[in-house]
T-cell receptor, first 115, second 117 residues
Framework: KNQVEQSPQSLIILEGKNCTLQCNYTVSPFSNLRWYKQDTGRGPVSLTIMTFSENTKSNGRYTATLDADTKQSSLHITASQLSDSASYICVVSTNYGGATNKLIFGTGTLLAVQP | EAGVTQFPSHSVIEKGQTVTLRCDPISGHDNLYWYRRVMGKEIKFLLHFVKESKQDESGMPNNRFLAERTGGTYSTLKVQPAELEDSGVYFC???????????????FGEGSRLTVL
């Protein structure tokens, strides 16, 4: 069964600190892995997209890693800011033919950054 | 440039009533997707349009749900008759067609929250 599991479910950190969110997946065939940030009451916004051959990708203070062998990914947030408070969702794309992709979503990690 | 817009942002209806959600994708995006998130669960795929054609509707829960995209522009998702378990947030997303489609960035709307009483 195609599944994406994230940990921890929720996390509280102090402003300025770093944190790492985890994602494990059992999705086949694998096309790519995405991290999204979803603010309360808003739609998900893409942070990174990584294909099979990419081990790491950065977007500002966000750095995602991918280990396709162990089917694990992480999202590292550096020098957290209050605006980083949001749900972070790991999404794995499986290609079911041609140019079409189906996205399998994790339940997200709810991050709260406190002053 | 306008993003993906969804209407209404929140709808409260009674069981048995009908609701129609609308999504306006980013102009020029041929791919249009509908997703749903029910309380406490992950976002799940409902269906995928390429222009006006349904590419994949395998995620539609049952025949009470009807999606259309006439003319390949905006899309509607109708729930008739609504049941309690249909409550959730319905997201629409769009992306361009072609190119490196496998890594095509998906742009999400802010969602339509449906509450069925």
């Amino acid at each position: 069964k195609n599944q994406v599991e994230q940990s921890p479910q929720s996390l509280i950190i102090l402003e300025g600190k770093n944190c790492t969110l985890q994602c494990n997946y059992t999705v086949s065939p694998f096309s790519n892995l995405r991290w999204y940030k979803q603010d309360t009451g808003r739609g998900p916004v893409s942070l990174t997209i990584m294909t099979f051959s990419e081990n790491t990708k950065s977007n500002g203070r966000y750095t995602a890693t991918l280990d396709a062998d162990t089917k694990q990914s992480s999202l590292h947030i550096t020098a957290s800011q209050l605006s980083d408070s949001a749900s972070y969702i790991c999404v794995v794309s499986t290609n079911y033919g041609g140019a079409t992709n189906k996205l399998i979503f994790g339940t997200g990690t709810l991050l709260a950054v406190q002053p | 440039e306008a993003g993906v817009t969804q209407f209404p942002s929140h709808s409260v209806i009674e069981k048995g009533q009908t609701v129609t959600l609308r999504c306006d994708p980013i102009s020029g995006h041929d791919n249009l997707y509908w997703y749903r998130r029910v309380m406490g669960k992950e976002i799940k795929f409902l269906l995928h349009f390429v222009k006006e054609s349904k590419q994949d509707e395998s995620g539609m829960p049952n025949n009470r749900f009807l999606a259309e995209r006439t003319g390949g522009t905006y899309s509607t998702l109708k729930v008739q008759p609504a049941e309690l378990e249909d409550s959730g947030v319905y997201f629409c997303a769009s992306s361009v067609l072609g190119g490196r489609a496998n890594t095509g960035e998906l742009f999400f709307g802010e969602g339509s929250r449906l509450t069925v009483l």
